[in-house]
């Protein structure tokens, strides 16, 4: 069973940036794929990054070249920098973990998510 423990949200102005942070729990950290989600109101969670055991990452079209996946195996941690945030960039945003495995695209292939972190961005 892994936990999964997000925070950084918050309000920030178009063009700005916020680093997020996933916190989870566990001692196979490294071999978990690590994605991030987001979920605007009144529309479907999507897809945003995820980076494989490896260090391999994956972007949605719309972020690619503003934010960045990370992560730091010694913490159990794996990052969001997001910069140049966009009013459309405001969402719930969710962690996610899967255990190996290639790469992973949707919801239903990660077994275990956080609460979510509030991210607005206004214009």
């Known amino acids: 069973q892994v936990q999964l423990v997000e925070s950084g949200g918050g309000l920030v102005q178009a063009g700005g940036s916020l680093r997020l942070s996933c916190a989870a729990s566990?001692?196979?950290?490294?071999?978990?794929?690590m994605g991030w989600f987001r979920q605007a109101p009144g529309k479907e969670r999507e897809f945003v990054a995820h980076i494989r055991s490896g260090g391999r990452t994956y972007y949605t079209d719309s972020v690619k070249g503003r934010f960045t996946i990370s992560r730091d195996n010694a913490k159990n941690t794996v990052y969001l920098q997001m910069n140049s945030l966009k009013p459309e960039d405001t969402a719930v945003y969710f962690c996610?973990?899967?255990?190996?495995?290639?790469?992973?695209?949707?919801?239903?292939?990660?077994?275990?998510w956080g609460q979510g972190t509030q991210v607005t961005v206004s214009s």
């Open positions: 566990g001692r196979t950290f490294s071999s978990y794929v």
């Open positions: 996610a973990a899967a255990y190996g495995g290639p790469e992973r695209f949707r919801e239903s292939q990660y077994p275990y």
